[in-house]
C-alpha cells in the first residue's frame, strides 16, 4: 500500500470499504444465528442498565498480588481472561468476565464453559463451544461480542462491531460503557511485560509466567501472543475521550502500573467506608 493512498482523503472510505466487502460472508450468522440473536437480545437488557453505579474493572498483571482484592467483594467488577484462577483465594467471582483472544479461548474452553457468571466472548470464538467434549449448559450460554482487529473506533452500543484494540480490557471498557456505569476504576493493568519480540507473535511459554498475578496463568506449555502496546494506547486514548465527553468518569488505581493514559488515584481511596 502506497504511503499516497493513505494519505488520501478517500483513504477511510477505501479501507473501510474493503472491509466492509472482505466480512460480507460473516455477516448473515453475525447477527442471524440463534446465538448471536440471543446475545443481542442480552445486550439490549444491559443497554445502560447500570446508570449512577460504578464499577471494577480488574487486570490479570502481577501488581494484583500488592492488592487488596477482597476489599471488592461487594462491589460490581469485571474480570478478564483467566482472572477465575483467583477466584477460589477470593472467595467471591468477578461480576462478569470477558475474553477476547482466540489463543486464551481456544485452550481454556472447558473452563469458560463452566463459569457460571455472565461472561462475554467473541464471536469468532463460538467454535470452540460446537466441539465434542464441551458441555456448554445453555443456561450458561457466552454473550458473543461481534469483534474486529480493524477499523479504530470505540463502540457506545457493543451490540453492533467492536473495536479489540489488542487488549481485553478495551473491549471491557466499551462494554461498561454499554451499561451506562458512570465511573470505571482500572487495576491490575499494569501495561508492563517481560517480553520482548514483535507484537502478536504467538510464543509457547516454557516456564512460571512473570507477567500475570500467578505463575501458571500462562504457564509452562501454554501458547499466547506478545502483547501490542503501542495499539493497546491507541484505544486507551480513544476510551478516555469517549468516557469524558460522555460527562463519566474512568481513572487507573492499578498499584505500580506503567499506563499514563488515564488519572492515577491510590487504590485505597477508591473504597468506601
Request: glycine share 6%; net charge positive; no cysteine.
Amino acid at each position: 500500500m502506497t504511503k499516497s493512498l493513505k494519505s488520501s482523503p478517500l483513504w477511510p472510505f477505501i479501507r473501510n470499504t474493503y472491509i466492509g466487502l472482505r466480512d460480507l460472508p460473516q455477516l448473515p450468522a453475525a447477527y442471524l444465528h440463534p446465538w448471536r440473536v440471543n446475545s443481542i437480545q442480552r445486550l439490549g437488557q444491559y443497554k445502560d442498565q447500570y446508570k449512577g453505579k460504578r464499577a471494577f474493572i480488574i487486570g490479570n498483571g502481577p501488581s494484583l498480588k500488592n492488592t487488596d482484592l477482597s476489599l471488592l467483594k461487594n462491589e460490581i467488577t469485571f474480570g478478564m481472561n483467566r482472572i477465575y484462577l483467583m477466584f477460589p483465594e477470593l472467595g467471591f467471582k468477578t461480576t462478569f468476565l470477558s475474553v477476547v483472544n482466540d489463543l486464551v479461548i481456544e485452550q481454556t474452553a472447558s473452563d469458560l464453559a463452566a463459569l457460571d457468571i455472565p461472561k462475554f466472548l467473541t464471536w469468532r470464538s463460538r467454535k470452540h463451544f460446537e466441539q465434542p467434549g464441551i458441555n456448554l449448559d445453555p443456561a450458561l450460554l457466552p454473550t458473543f461480542l461481534y469483534t474486529t482487529y480493524d477499523a479504530p473506533s470505540f463502540s457506545k452500543d457493543v451490540r453492533g462491531r467492536v473495536w479489540e484494540s489488542a487488549t481485553v480490557t478495551y473491549v471491557t471498557i466499551q462494554l461498561a460503557f454499554h451499561m451506562g456505569f458512570d465511573e470505571l476504576i482500572l487495576l491490575g493493568v499494569d501495561h508492563n511485560y517481560n517480553a520482548i519480540g514483535k507484537p502478536n507473535t504467538t510464543v509457547t511459554s516454557e516456564g512460571d509466567d512473570p507477567n500475570h498475578f500467578s505463575a501458571n496463568y500462562f504457564g509452562k506449555g501454554f501458547r499466547w501472543q506478545l502483547p501490542d502496546l503501542e495499539t493497546s494506547e491507541i484505544g486507551y486514548k480513544m476510551a478516555r475521550q469517549a468516557i469524558e465527553s460522555a460527562g463519566r468518569k474512568i481513572v487507573d488505581a492499578t498499584v505500580g502500573g506503567k499506563l499514563q493514559i488515564f488519572e492515577k488515584v491510590d487504590f485505597n481511596s477508591t473504597i468506601k467506608s
